[in-house]
Antibody, heavy 117, light 111 residues
Framework: EVQLVESGGGLVQPGGSLRLSCAAS????????MSWVRQAPGKGLEWVAN????????YYVDSVKGRFTISRDNAKNSVYLQMNSLRAEDTAVYYC??????????WGQGTTVTVSS | QSVLTQPPSVSGAPGQRVTISCTGS?????????VHWYQQLPGTAPKLLIY???NRPSGVPDRFSGSKSGTSASLAISGLQAEDEADYYC???????????FGGGTKLTVL
């Protein structure tokens, strides 16, 4: 079964850091771009970042540039999102998703990040 | 404000047909980038509904169809059913932002 499972969310103070992980199974992970998408409470979807199959290209939404870093480990079938200097507006459910020709065809269940003092 | 503009809400009676628009610009839809559509049921992760403007993944009923013209795209849902009540999002790539963008989402209510 094709599956993505996120972990690492939690409560963090403003200015703090958190590392999200996404474990993939059921498909050849190293063949796909991977993305992170977030959804603030009661709001719409926002694309956050994506990474090429070999990790050589990475792109970010402007609001997280310089604070978030996407990475992957193809040997572990995992993609990560390192989040530093967190702000209240980063509070959201974070989803990882498989990128197939631009469309996100497989999604995880999401992990919740809450930034609050 | 989202880069892609969707109506906040649409509604229709069971069996009817509704359309959801997604309006972009010359740096995204108008530049020829594909549009994808997602359905998000309450409390669940989004699900890919239409990819590459008009293609349905396996398992998606043919009641759902997508189209694209100029700087806009549309999702049509025919034969509305109660279980179609959900939030719907369009997505494309924007060259000026060098990344993907989503519409603000449309809440579909089945009357």
């Amino acid at each position: 079964e094709v599956q993505l499972v996120e972990s690492g969310g939690g409560l963090v103070q403003p200015g703090g850091s958190l590392r999200l992980s996404c474990a993939a199974s059921g498909f050849t992970f190293s063949s796909y771009w991977m993305s992170w998408v977030r959804q603030a409470p009661g709001k719409g979807l926002e694309w956050v970042a994506n990474i090429k199959q070999d990790g050589s290209e990475k792109y970010y939404v402007d609001s997280v540039k310089g604070r978030f870093t996407i990475s992957r480990d193809n040997a572990k079938n995992s993609v990560y999102l390192q989040m530093n200097s967190l702000r209240a507006e980063d509070t959201a459910v974070y989803y990882c998703a498989r990128d197939r020709l631009g469309g996100l065809d497989v999604w995880g269940q999401g992990t919740t990040v809450t930034v609050s003092s | 404000q989202s880069v892609l503009t969707q109506p906040p809400s649409v509604s229709g009676a069971p069996g009817q047909r509704v359309t959801i628009s997604c309006t972009g610009s010359s740096s995204n839809i108008g530049a020829g980038y594909d549009v994808h559509w997602y359905q998000q049921l309450p409390g669940t992760a989004p699900k890919l509904l239409i990819y590459g403007n008009s293609n349905r993944p396996s398992g998606v009923p043919d009641r759902f169809s997508g189209s694209k013209s100029g700087t806009s795209a549309s999702l049509a849902i025919s034969g509305l059913q109660a279980e179609d009540e959900a939030d719907y999002y369009c997505q494309s790539y924007d060259s000026s932002l060098s990344g993907s963008v989503f519409g603000g989402g449309t809440k579909l209510t089945v009357l």
